[in-house]
T-cell receptor
Framework: NAGVTQTPKFQVLKTGQSMTLQCAQDMNHNSMYWYRQDPGMGLRLIYY???????DKGEVPNGYNVSRLNKREFSLRLESAAPSQTSVYFC???????????FGQGTRLTVV | DQQVKQNSPSLSVQEGRISILNCDYTNSMFDYFLWYKKYPAEGPTFLISISSIKDKNEDGRFTVFLNKSAKHLSLHIVPSQPGDSAVYFC??????????FGAGTTVTVRA
């Protein structure tokens, strides 16, 4: 049982480059999330999706777009990467209405 | 402005002793609180939670206490074990599934 799988685990981008972070879950959860973790800041919600076909902004959505491709997959896109987006990104999923989320292992992104 | 605050970035405790982690929040509308544990290079994992209608919840060695009037919760780990060395995040939500996280407390259990 893989749970929540994120790819890639590490990535270095140059300023202005674009990339997509992939996330897939096999727990049949309706809700999926993208968080970023920065030193001294905890985890901050970027976007979430309550169900397939729906997405909504979280606390720090600027500079990001998301796609809920199907029930399993929720991707995060950086159209033009900036050094301020250097962070560790976590994808998570949960049952509808539950805050007990299951997290992936994270993607460490560095923008130079 | 962070609505959930963990003011102690680190805690060192001897094996077998009690670990007490504290968390304060500013939004009185929060109605559900959780603790997550995170090891290096892994994602956070759910540890224990408490609803605002309760003041205590216990699960094995882990107990969470909620003081709504003080907007404060704490996590007690008794007895502390070396495998408890990790970063602990406090989180809170308002009637939905969007969590607000604290900055985390790094716990080191000394042998």
């Amino acid at each position: 049982n893989a749970g929540v799988t994120q790819t890639p685990k590490f990535q270095v981008l140059k300023t202005g480059q674009s990339m997509t972070l992939q996330c897939a879950q096999d727990m049949n959860h309706n809700s999926m999330y993208w968080y970023r973790q920065d030193p001294g800041m905890g985890l901050r919600l970027i976007y979430y999706s309550a169900s397939e076909g729906t997405t909504d902004k979280g606390e720090v959505p600027n500079g990001y777009n998301v796609s809920r491709l199907n029930k399993r997959e929720f991707s995060l896109r950086l159209e033009s990467a900036a050094p301020s987006q250097t962070s560790v990104y976590f994808c998570a999923s949960s049952k509808t209405g539950s805050t007990e989320a299951f997290f992936g292992q994270g993607t460490r992104l560095t923008v130079v | 402005d962070q609505q959930v605050k963990q003011n102690s970035p680190s805690l060192s405790v001897q094996e077998g002793r009690i670990s007490i982690l504290n968390c304060d929040y500013t939004n009185s509308m929060f109605d559900y609180f959780l603790w997550y544990k995170k090891y290096p290079a892994e994602g956070p994992t759910f540890l224990i939670s408490i609803s605002s209608i309760k003041d205590k919840n216990e699960d094995g060695r882990f107990t969470v206490f909620l003081n709504k009037s003080a907007k404060h919760l704490s996590l007690h780990i008794v007895p502390s074990q070396p495998g408890d060395s990790a970063v602990y995040f406090c989180a809170a939500s308002i009637n939905d599934y969007k969590l607000s996280f604290g900055a985390g407390t790094t716990v080191t259990v000394r042998a």
